[in-house]
């Protein structure tokens, strides 16, 4: 979220990571960055905040996990720092089936 953050990022920015199981979005109304907030407790501090919303981050669910029902396994960001080490934590979920 940046004041030129005015329309949907580009698909370049969208290729950073392009796992198929990966869902990437532009939150413009900040929707789920604010229900994702919502997953931690008031007192963690979290990386990659604006005015007390999320923003460019990382958040790596286990399948089949209930939204809402626990934290993500890996959360963290700028997306474009940490796109290398989601990759490696796909990799190690892939290897784990």
């Not at 789920?32 to 919303?53: D, H, K, M, W, Y």
């Not at 923003?55 to 399948?63: E, F, I, N, R, T």
């Amino acid at each position: 979220m940046l004041p030129t953050d005015w329309a949907r990022p580009s698909g370049f920015v969208m290729a950073r990571i392009a796992d198929p199981r990966a869902i990437q979005f532009w939150d413009k109304d900040h929707l789920v960055a604010t229900e994702l907030r919502q997953q931690f407790p008031r007192s963690q501090s979290l990386c990659c905040q604006r005015n007390g919303i999320l923003w460019d981050v990382a958040a790596l669910y286990p399948k089949d996990v209930v939204w809402g029902g626990s934290a993500p396994v890996f959360f963290d960001g700028a997306v474009l720092d940490v796109a290398d080490t989601v990759r490696q934590h796909l990799s190690a979920l892939s290897g784990s089936r």
